[in-house]
Antibody, heavy 119, light 112 residues
Framework: QVQLQESGPGLVKPSETLSLTCTVSGGSISKDYWSWFRQPPGERLEWIGYIHYSGTTNYNPSLRSRITMSLDTSKNHFSLKMSSVTAADTAVYYC?????????????WGQGTLVTVSS | DIVMTQSPLSLTVTPGEPASISCRSSQSLLHSSGSNYLDWYLQKPGQSPQLLIYLGSTRASGVPDRFSGSGSGTDFTLKINRVEAEDVGVYYCMQAREAPRTFGQGTKVEIK
């Protein structure tokens, strides 16, 4: 059973960089696609982007200029960096795995981590 | 971006009764493979989303057969045959036809 766990600061100051890591257990990140999502309070889910074990990335155009994803196969984790954050970036952030079939749905999710942007 | 619109936004159901949620997309989700790239997720209170249905109508592993997905093109439906107490939460449809993946607003299901 694949398990994902997000980690990172719960509080980030405006204009600074948000950094999160998703550690995968029960499976290897050296296969499949891995995504980040977020959910602002009371709002719908938003896809941030994905990274493939090959290093290929695809980002949401609305966030592309501010985000970078990477992965570390030696630590079996992948990461998200989002620069120049504002209060609008306050949300629960989730990492998830794409099931490698059909429309590549998200079959395993982390529990989520709340990131608050505030001075 | 493809806009996803769900209805109703909330639903109160008596246990054992059926429930139905509609999801419409601003563009067709029909892929050249012949499949519809539409998924359904359930987010139970305090939990992360869990996959229920993918490719419009394929139940994910471990999902009870009281859940079914149907539809094609731009109109889709999630049906719960007989609602149980454990089915409470917010249901989201998500299109996977093109990036960026986008979600509906969510439908909150409560038990009467």
């Amino acid at each position: 059973q694949v398990q994902l766990q997000e980690s990172g600061p719960g509080l980030v100051k405006p204009s600074e960089t948000l950094s999160l890591t998703c550690t995968v257990s029960g499976g290897s990140i050296s296969k499949d696609y891995w995504s980040w999502f977020r959910q602002p309070p009371g709002e719908r889910l938003e896809w941030i982007g994905y990274i493939h074990y090959s290093g290929t990335t695809n980002y949401n155009p609305s966030l592309r200029s501010r985000i970078t994803m990477s992965l570390d196969t030696s630590k079996n984790h992948f990461s998200l960096k989002m620069s120049s954050v504002t209060a609008a970036d306050t949300a629960v952030y989730y990492c998830a795995r794409h099931y490698a079939y059909g429309d590549y749905p998200l079959d395993f999710w982390g529990q989520g981590t709340l990131v608050t942007v505030s001075s | 971006d493809i806009v996803m619109t769900q209805s109703p936004l909330s639903l109160t159901v008596t246990p054992g009764e059926p429930a139905s949620i509609s999801c419409r997309s601003s563009q067709s989700l029909l892929h050249s493979s012949g499949s519809n790239y539409l998924d359904w997720y359930l987010q139970k209170p305090g939990q992360s989303p869990q996959l229920l249905i993918y490719l419009g109508s394929t139940r994910a592993s471990g999902v009870p057969d009281r859940f079914s997905g149907s539809g094609s093109g731009t109109d889709f439906t999630l049906k719960i045959n007989r609602v149980e107490a454990e089915d409470v939460g917010v249901y989201y449809c998500m299109q996977a036809r093109e990036a960026p993946r986008t979600f509906g607003q969510g439908t909150k299901v409560e038990i009467k």
